[in-house]
Every structure is written in C-alpha cells, then in structure tokens.
C-alpha cells in the first residue's frame, strides 16, 4: 500500500517523494505547489489483483484514504469493497439506509426522504460518473422548481453524508468525494437565521387552540427552550417534581451534554395535571402511545388561533421558535448568557469554561427572574385590554 503522485504533463504514477517526474522530467514540486498533482493510492486486494485509486489533489486526503485502506485489510475488510465504477446510488443508498446506526438517527425519515429526492433525479447512475456539472444542474433545476435554498442544500447535504460515510468504508473512491466536496451550498450565510419570536398572547391562542398534548408540548418548549426531540422523547424519570427540575442524560441532548432545566410555575401546573399512562413512562402521549410527530396539529392550532405557520412563510411560525422565544425572554429578563446557554444547551467551545461554573442555584434564580418578566408581561396585555374596551 501507498501514496502516488502523478504528473500533470505526462500522467505518469510515481513516488511521492521525487521532485522531478522519472519521465519527462517537469518539476513535481512545483506542481504540488500550485496544486496540479494528482494523488493516486495503491493497495492489493486479496485476490492479489493490485487496485490503483484517484484521491484528488490533496496529500492530507490521500493519506487519510491509505490510512482507511490500510485499516480495512487489518480488520479483514477489503472483500467488503465495492468498485464505485459499478454501483449506481440507489444501491449506494441500501447499502447506508440499512446501517443500524442510521436507522437510530432520529432524524431517519428526515434522512432517507432527502437522499430518495436526490435518487429521483439520480437513482440509476453510477456512483463514479457523477460531476459536478450534474450537482450544480440538479441545484438550478431544484431551485426552479420553487425549491427553498435550504431545502436544496438539505438533500444534497444528507446526500454528501452518505458518501462520506461510503468513502470511510472503503466503498467509493476520493475522486467521487472530491466531486461532492467542490459543491458549494445555495444558501448564503446566516440567510436562513430565524428571529420569529411568539408573544405570549400568540402563546396563550395557540394552546387555547390546541388539543391537550400539543398545548402541553408547545408549553414545555414556551418555558424551557428545550429541542423537540427533547421533549418527544422526555419520560417521566426524568422529571424531578420535588424539586421542579428536568434532569436530561448526555444521551437524552442533541449536544451530548448533560443539562438541568428548571421548571416554572405554569409548567409545573401543566405537568400536574397530565395523566401518566400506566404503560407507558412518556411525558406525551397521544391515544396512549408516544407522539411521533406535532406537525399536524400544530399546523391545525396556528390555523385557528389565526397565526402564520410555516417555516418559509413570511412571519411564519414553527415549533423550534419556542427554543429562540425562550431564549430571547430569558435575555429580557436580565438573566446571564452563560446561565441560559447552560439550561438551553447552546454550547460553544468558548463558553465551555463558562458553564463549569453554572450550578442549580444559577438556574433556579433564572427562572425567579423570568417569573417577574411574564407577571410584568401578562399585567401589561391585561391593561391593553382593558384600555382597548
């Protein structure tokens, strides 16, 4: 096994380590700096059958890919390998879908409805054949179908996962992850940031409107930030009454990170009155099974409490608002970054010292200071409406 560069005048295969091509002599150095090498990686199978990869023009890639090669034929997995030359994407796709730790991806049918509108399109193609030109024509012909810029880059991001994890695994080659790497996304930085905040008067019609788990769904998101993962996965055992906290395992949190979130009176007056199913340890539940999904009835509340629901709706409302809501009344009510980061989950490496100094206490006191933010809310709507009659 190992690295090859070849020549950009005469394509000839060869040592990385010569500085001048052993055939026509052009300065390899020099065309390594200008980035005009090619770098191959050599392996045999176990057949014996010697096998020659294209990685693309970066030595660190070509590494990383001898390196994986290298592991395979330690661990006895080069039968595994699969010529990328033969395989079309939607065999590439069976191949990924049915790994155990996709199909335990929450996100899976997100996932797999991405990557099958990517197969719409290209299905039945080689692996190997795919260019750019094809990545770039299928964004303009997305986008002129109506299709949002992130909803674009969302199928053809879970797409270029699929071929990672393809390439981790031996199965296609650099040049074929090289060609999704050089795809740049439809979406312009920071245009798809949200700043949709609900009112609390929004908040009140939507769960007056709502059936009963989606009321209390919308008002665990209204009063702790929590993802909705979270909170369709939260179980009982989780939720300390006695001492009104919410106690979320590294396992439980999209970050990974272990989090205790308050609970505050409304919330703790919601909890109290939900009826736990005797099989079933979920906090939610909908005709005594655990709720899968809220669009539905989310969708049905904003139609009646008369707000805006879609995500590219202009003032359009979606469930993960509450989690940016949250966040913005706790910055109103003066309660320090570093506390709501640490009951929301917001982690970033620089605030990651910040938060070895957050305690319960912190948190509790948070949460007194955003009950005097919605008493003075609530006294506030209460006046406008008495002045309005």
Known sequence: MGILAQCPVCKTRQSIKNKACRKCGDDLDKAKSGKRLMYWISYRLPSGKQKQEPVGASIDDARAAD????ILKKEGKLFDIRDDTKMTFNELTSWYLGLEKVKALASYHTIKISIEKF????????????????????????????KAPATIDHEIGKTKTMILKAFDNGKISGETLRTFKKIKKTLKKGADVRDRILTHDEFSRLC???????CGMLTMGYYTGMRRGEILKLTWDKVDMKNRTINLEAADTKDRERRTIPIYDELFKMLKNVTRHINDKHVFLFRGKPVSDIRTGLVKACKKAGITYGRFEKGGFIFHDLRHTFNTNMRKAGVPESVIMAITGHSTREMFDRYDTVDLDDTRQALQALEVFFRNVTQNVTLNEKQAT
């Not at 390196?67 to 290298?70: A, R």
Request: glycine residues 10%; charged residues 25%; proline residues 3%.
């Open 67 to 70: 390196g994986k090669k290298k």
């Open 119 to 146: 197969n719409a399109v290209f299905g039945g193609m080689i692996v190997a054949k795919i260019t750019p030109a094809d990545l770039e024509n299928y964004q303009a012909k997305r986008a002129k179908a109506g």
């Open 208 to 214: 007056e409107n709502s059936t009963q788990h989606i």
